[in-house]
């Protein structure tokens, strides 16, 4: 018998009453019970449909079916762009930018829409984390506290909004001032990868309507739900018609479209490497600005006199949160060789002890992949290192056990004994799965750690102070965490350099992204007349 999601929600609520607010370590840490009553319904299919104009738009294009990557079963239902919905989902933008009442607020009025949409969002935060869990694989611990960190990023950005000002210069000589100011940089395209669809989506849409901006979010055809929630929640606490607009569908057809639409002005994009290439591409036909937060290949750095056991738990957290599936996955170890096969041993023990399992059920640790063809890719990056040469020291494996048969599992797995030769030392795999390399001081630390494409974060575990500021100052990252790993606030800016992007999301770096610079010059008084 199917039962309703309020039912659904009632049955998980008490399940999340144990769990404390983490910001970045359920998975570990989770005492979520498990939810007995889970076998006996079926969430209903869910269909989206686009959003603009502070309005549903069923769209005319093919419906694409969302299926669970747990259990195989259809999830959600959602409508693929045609070119005539992309049109008019940036018609509703531009309109909104150009003739609506949002950028000319005043930032403390758009401050108040913007706090009542984090408020918004943490009163749905069952609802939103169960969507959010069942359709990314991630456990549902974790989805919780992404909504969460969502809220805390609408807040922080909403403070940007009363804070956005200029500079004036009086002193340029008499009767000359120039007023330096920020305004929004107007119609934005806001598109985001499935790994966190909410998070990541709150880590541009607070900045950009902070700014006085307009967006069009587009989504994961993966990952859907979530962004289209929010847009109705911008409906329901009065933001302006056509200030955000949502569409939905594949990237080469909505995505595509979208970013070589001369009406966008700015596109902020996470995702993939490549795709940041192809959304690069089109943006040259219209000279538009974009920010790129693209893949990674980060170390974990491991000197001899690290706190182990911290390091341990860090290594693992680096590479398993969110199923491995994360942009600044810690998913190389660097070891120094003296501690090595100790730390490995120690590492590939507790790793196998993880709980992988449904994303809904309590307990589970990780979850699957987000679909089957990366279940394929993320099997085969492991093949080809033990082809190359590579050791499993754990993992390794599809998990099938059980229920977990239907679903697209994979065992926490450490790589050891990978060179800069083999491919996974390169590759990013996007999964549970660990590269291990050994070194020998901190010269050799530094080139292996920089030698890959990607430079978005790394981390170095030391209790030597010139040892971490060291490492600190001379890896290519944009982001370098000492003592710890995948930590973060608000405040901080997040991004990449190489090929892991440029720009920056969140902190005042990333508010600046939504603004464009405006140099306003007067002369008060006679003129010197250049012709007489
Ligand atoms: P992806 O590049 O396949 O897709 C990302 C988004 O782009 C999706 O919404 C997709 O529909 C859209 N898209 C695809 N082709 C497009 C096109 N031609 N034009 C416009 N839009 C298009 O990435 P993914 O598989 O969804 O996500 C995983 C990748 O994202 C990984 O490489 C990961 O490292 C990266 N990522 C980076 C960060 C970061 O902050 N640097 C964060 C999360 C994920």
Not at 318 to 345: M, P, Q, Y
């Amino acid at each position: 018998m199917g039962k309703s999601l309020a039912y659904f929600t009632r049955q998980i609520y008490s399940a999340f009453q144990n769990i404390q607010e983490v910001n970045c370590k359920p998975f570990l840490t989770s005492e979520v019970e498990p939810v007995s009553s889970l076998e006996e319904f079926t969430m209903a299919t869910k269909t989206l449909t686009h959003y603009w104009n502070g309005s549903a738009h069923t769209g005319s294009g093919t419906p694409i079916d969302r299926l669970s990557p747990s259990t195989g079963e259809l999830i959600t239902k959602i409508p693929d762009a045609t070119p005539a919905d992309v049109d008019a989902v940036v018609a509703a933008a531009r309109n909104a930018f150009d003739k609506g009442p949002w950028r000319h607020m005043s930032g403390m009025e758009r401050a108040k829409f913007i706090n009542a949409l984090a408020d918004e969002i943490e009163a749905n935060i069952d609802e939103l984390a169960i969507y959010e869990a069942q359709e990314t694989g991630k456990p549902l611990s974790l989805a919780r506290s992404d909504v969460g960190g969502s809220a805390n990023l609408f807040r922080y950005a909403a403070s940007h909004a009363m804070q956005m000002h200029g500079d004036v210069h009086t002193n340029l000589g008499k009767g000359f001032t120039g007023l330096v100011t920020r305004v929004p940089v107007g119609v934005t395209a806001l598109i985001t990868p499935w790994n966190f669809p909410l998070l990541l989506l709150a880590q541009k849409l607070p900045f950009a309507l902070a700014a006085g901006c307009t967006a069009i979010l587009k989504p994961s055809e993966l990952t859907s739900t979530s962004t289209v929630m929010v847009a109705e929640m911008a409906k329901k606490v009065g933001i302006p018609d056509g200030v955000v607009n949502v569409i939905l569908g594949y990237g080469n057809t909505a995505g595509q479209k979208l970013i070589e639409h001369e009406d966008v002005d700015f596109i902020s994009f996470t995702g993939s490497t490549r795709t940041g290439r192809a959304v690069i591409e089109a943006s040259k036909l219209h000279l538009k600005r974009t920010s790129m937060e693209l893949g990674g290949k980060s170390a974990n750095i491991v000197f001899a006199d690290a706190v182990i056991d911290d390091a341990i738990d860090g290594v693992m957290f680096g590479v398993l949160f969110n199923n491995g599936e994360c942009c600044v996955s810690g998913s190389r170890l660097l070891v120094e060789e003296k501690i090595a096969d100790e730390f490995v041993a120690k590492l590939a023990k507790r790793m196998s002890e993880v709980q992988v399992g449904d994303p809904l059920a309590g307990g589970s640790q990780i979850g699957p992949m987000i679909h089957s063809g990366h279940l394929d890719a993320v099997l085969g990056h492991i093949t080809k290192a033990t082809s190359q040469g590579a050791v499993i020291a754990t993992g390794g494996v599809q998990v099938k056990s059980g229920d977990l048969s239907k679903g697209y599992f994979v065992a926490p797995t450490v790589v050891d004994k990978v060179t800069e030769k083999h491919d996974i030392f390169h590759d990013e795999v996007f999964g549970p799965v660990l590269a291990v390399t050994r070194f020998n001081g901190k010269e050799e630390a530094i080139r292996i750690a920089n030698a890959t494409k990607y430079g978005l974060a790394a981390s170095v575990w030391s209790k030597n102070i010139d040892t971490a500021l060291d490492m600190a100052s001379e890896l290519h990252a944009g982001t370098v965490w000492i003592n710890t790993t995948i930590d973060g606030s608000p405040q901080l800016p997040g991004g990449g350099v190489k090929e892991s992007g440029f720009g920056r999301e969140m902190g005042q770096a990333g508010f600046d992204e939504f603004t464009e610079v405006k140099t306003i010059q007067i002369r008060t008084g006679a003129r010197n007349r250049y012709f007489g």
